[in-house]
């Protein structure tokens, strides 16, 4: 039950923030929506015990289980859990407003690792608040983008995370830890700096997702064979971090999307946030250190 454009509150707004580990109720089949005679603009109490759900608003750990941190901070979900979480890489650009529509009708939470390198700094604010008001996550994907830049050396890079880094910051209030490397982890634009960037990352304490499953929206794919890409790769995994784009040219994924989550949906998929309990896939791994 996501008030109108306009009408969402703040306790709408920490609600959903606030589906973490500790879990809330999810919708349950044939449950109440509880939308009937709702006054708009009327505040819901954030997390409240058993406040009926949804159908499909996949975003909290069922009520089935407790699941707690492991000793690393992050959570281990239970086995049988199948769950999808969304990666928008790239944007936010002109089209992530309807991105976010989209995602509102389907009830389904992304994260989004953002840049600055499409829309000019009013407008990047605006759609970054915007992003984090609607209920989805934010981290880092560097400023610029510009590979032959952020990868000229490790001082280069974190200057362009921290300018990123920053007007995140800025929308949450809170300290940035996720980051995705343009590329990935490994890509060879950042071999030489590599483990030198991973020790920036541990010293810092971010937390960098690579992925295990992608809409190959890069790869100048049919949209027919985009939704194909995105449900086969999901498929068996029992969890899966979904690389997708969200910038000019990538309209496409945004069509395709209600397939994608209908499809996975059917074979037993939630769609959950990517937030900082996540335990990530990464394709690079920082070296041990020599003691
Ligand atoms: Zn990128």
Known sequence: MIPALGQRTEAHFEEIRGMGPQGETPGKEGEEPGEEGEEPGEEEEPGEEGEPREEGEDSLTPEEYTVDLASDGFMDLPPGDQVVYLTFDDGP???????????EELHVPATFFVTGQ????GELLEEL???YRRGHGLGVHTYSHRYEEIYASVESFWRDYDRMAFLVEQVTGKRNRLLRFPGGSNTGKNAQIRQELLKGVRERELIYHDWNSFVGDTQGLEPGEMLEQAVGGVLGHEKSVMLLHNGPGKEAVIDILPE???RLREEGYRFALLDETVRPFQFAREEEPVV
């Not at 650009?93 to 995602?103: A, F, I, Q, Y």
């Open 93 to 103: 650009c002109d089209s992530t407003g309807r991105l976010l529509d989209v995602l």
């Open 118 to 121: 499409y829309l000019e700094q």
């Open 129 to 131: 608040e915007e992003i």
């Open 260 to 262: 994608i989550v209908r």
